[in-house]
């Protein structure tokens, strides 16, 4: 039987969902890398009769590791990065949102939600006088800005506006949560051909670096562990992953 050849360029979506099932398979988005690592925990005996090496070895696998840098910035992504919850803002009108202020030309007073730019906002002083855009403030993408000789003063403002939908991302509010991850991927060396890989239990570290401004284009480095998942049993079977390839 001749040797076949079996490149590998590997390709493909990265999904998880909760360890319990309570959610369903979802996908993180684009991925640029995603790669195992096998810690071993080895004991050697020493050949003492002369002559060096080994007279016997035990190797076990004392932890599975595995790193993904994903591309897209997505709550879901930043909650796996960040042990953070999730809020879902509603685009419900807020009336006399109290914001405290300096009256200091040029600050900024952000609003607790993303105003929608496309609505009115009404801005009032403590005395409920209402201030005037361009004379008391500026509008900016996340509130206003007080304008020099304006009516803003330093006893706060109230502001009506419209939130944006949006999600607040709320950062390590959660202990590890367990999830399983499926790899649904392509051999782009072999025609596109299939292969899945189904971790049965993982869990997710907090990111070691997560960055905000950068010249190109950013990535969530997640670092997760792979568990063992003792639900699973059977002569063979891993209860830590499969990989099934095509062909």
Partial sequence: ????????????????????????????GNVSEFTFSFEEDRKELKNYLGGGGNRNVLSRVSGVTASLNAHDFTSDNLALALRAGIESVAVTPVVDEEQASFGIADELIPFDKLPDSSQSITVKDSLDTVLTEGDDYVRVASGIKVVDGGGIDNQGVKVSYTPVAASMVQALVNSGKEFVLFMEGLNDAQEGSPFNIRVHRVKFSPVQNLGFISDDFANITLQLDVLADTTISGNGLSQFMQIDLAG
């Fill in 1 to 28: 039987m001749s040797l076949q050849e079996r490149s590998f360029i590997g390709a493909g979506q990265i999904h998880i969902q909760p360890y319990d099932k309570s959610a369903p398979l979802l996908p993180i």
